[in-house]
């Protein structure tokens, strides 16, 4: 038997040559799909590799889940948001085992609160959540509905009870997101705002099986909302909080989206964007914009960095994809 | 949810029919959730009526990404909810688009997860050219034997070379199931509607 002790045989050859299969393995075949994305294979040879790749173990479920994990660990930074959400996992997971075992399973009870800043990733895991539910048959759709106070909230009596209920519509078979959810208790007593809240524990309780809400927003408002709405937190059985990133994981997070853009920092501009996130006056600003404030900031490096190279006659490829230190400079509101 | 690959060359007529598919289950509002190769998953909301000419015209590879749509289809006193989704046309050739090649390898890349495919066949096309099933369409017959459930869909049938295509794709294929459908007819979308409430 040959043995290339220089590695596989490379996949590069010409389409009219019939390719020799690579080893039959995931990492075969992810070759292979590069091959296809790469233009040094066609889809049917990259499908005969498919074919010829042993089944993955389990079903298109496990698969799909764990695509779903996957994608969860590729995310920058959250690490114990991950753990909770693979303590989640599991506990689903062998909530169904045991139910197929014929044990008694307690009521599935997934509704959450999640804490922290703005930009913190809290809408982007309520997504993967939604995704994972679904592919583990929890939710039938796990599509996200994003709403805020003005969404439930209406004007004169009974308006609020309506708007609600329609929210709570969009959202069967998947989850409900109150963004800023303290602000349904801002006006006391009086306010529509308790009207919805007590529209959504009696949805939560009419549909057990179909809907999980999950309840955003700042550390010390949602603190306070639960403590002042008792009846609430005991709905509320995950509570997970969100951090705020550290300067590291903003860089990473900065390189990522210029990546996926097909740009990247010059040596002197990934210096300047360090320097702007640990700047002391900037701190306010910053946890209150976390991962989207580096977007912004992103957006806006990449605008001034057209600016200035619309004023060169000629541009390398190089130029084209380069963001500079002068690309970042008043990039901060 | 179970989930249903539609998978074919390109303008084998997979975006038609899915939006057709999801009309004749009575659906009035197409939700689609659109992953493009790398991106999040957007939703697209667009009437049936519209649907049509947002989504579907003659060119190679209008579609690039994967769509879905989640359908609700009666199974005995239940109903099944289906996130039937296309997918960018495969065809033998190495694109020389890149953004095209790596919309056929998200096809791929879904093909392996997927729980159950229909692979449609351009029945017209067949019928005027046995050359055009082609080497794309056996592998994915091929991948699919013994593995989830799986239909070939003998597309455009209402077009005058249909029958005589829907006979070769029959030969080339005699283990697999065939369907011939029309979505502009809805022929056969019972039979399509009966695959789905099968038991997998």
């Known amino acids: ?333 | 949810m179970n989930t249903v690959l539609v998978t074919g060359q390109p303008r084998a007529g997979k975006t038609l029919f899915l939006i057709q598919f999801a009309a004749f289950l009575n659906v009035q509002e197409l939700r689609l959730h659109v992953t493009a190769p790398g991106e999040p998953t957007h939703i697209l909301t667009l009437p049936i009526s519209r649907a049509r000419a947002e989504l579907v015209d003659g060119a190679d590879h209008k579609t690039r990404a994967l769509q879905a749509v989640d359908v609700e289809v009666p199974v005995r006193k239940h109903v099944r909810v289906i996130r039937l989704t296309d997918t960018t046309g495969l065809s033998d050739d190495i694109h020389q688009e890149a953004a095209v090649r790596e919309a056929m390898a998200q096809t791929l890349r879904a093909l392996r997860s997927a729980e159950a495919v229909l692979h449609l066949i351009d029945a017209d096309r067949a019928g005027r050219d046995g050359r055009a099933i082609a080497d794309v369409d056996r592998e994915i017959v091929r991948f699919m034997a013994g593995r989830g459930p799986f239909s070939v869909l003998a597309s455009k049938m209402d077009l005058p070379q249909a029958p005589l295509g829907l006979e070769r794709i029959r030969r080339a294929f005699p283990e697999a199931r065939v369907i011939p459908v029309s979505s502009v007819t809805r022929l056969g979308f019972p039979d399509v509607r009966r695959f789905f409430a099968g038991r997998w």
């Open chain 1, 1 to 333: 038997m040959a043995v290339h002790e220089a590695g596989r045989p490379p996949l590069a050859m010409p389409p009219s040559h019939p390719a020799r299969a690579p080893r039959e393995s995931r990492e075969s075949f992810e070759d292979a799909l590069r091959g296809l994305e790469e233009g040094r294979l066609g889809p049917a040879r990259a499908l005969a590799l498919l074919r010829e790749e042993p089944p993955a173990a389990g079903n298109g479920r496990e698969a799909r889940v764990a695509a779903v994990l996957q994608e969860l660990d590729g995310l920058v930074g959250l690490r114990q948001v991950k753990e909770l959400v693979r303590e989640l996992h599991a506990f689903v997971e062998v909530r169904r085992r045991r139910a197929e075992a014929g044990l008694a399973t307690d009521p599935l009870a997934l509704h959450m609160v999640f804490r922290g800043n703005p930009g913190t990733g809290k809408t982007t895991i309520a997504r993967l959540l939604g995704r994972l539910f679904r592919e583990m048959d929890v939710l039938a759709k796990g599509h996200l509905v994003e709403v805020e106070r003005a969404d439930l909230v209406g004007e004169y009596i009974g308006h609020t009870a309506q708007k609600t209920r329609e929210q709570i519509r969009r959202a069967l078979d998947g989850i409900l997101f109150i963004d800023e959810a303290y602000s349904l208790a801002r006006g006391g007593e009086k306010d529509f705002g308790k009207e919805a809240i007590d529209t959504l524990v009696r949805a939560m309780e009419n549909h057990r099986d179909n809907l999980i809400l999950i309840l955003a927003g700042y550390n010390d408002e949602m603190e306070y909302f639960l403590r002042t709405n008792p009846g609430l937190r005991s709905r509320f059985p995950i509570q997970i909080d969100f951090p705020d990133y550290s300067v590291g994981e903003l860089m990473r997070i900065a390189d990522l989206m210029l990546q996926k853009r097909q740009y990247r920092f010059a040596e002197d501009a990934r210096a300047k964007l360090e320097e702007i996130l640990r700047a002391p006056e900037n701190q306010r600003l910053l946890s209150t914009g976390n991962a989207r404030l580096t977007r912004n900031i992103i957006e806006r490096a990449i605008r001034r960095q057209a600016l200035r190279l619309v004023q060169q006659p000629t541009t390398t490829v190089e130029d084209l994809m380069t963001i500079r230190a002068v690309d970042l400079i008043g990039v901060l509101p």
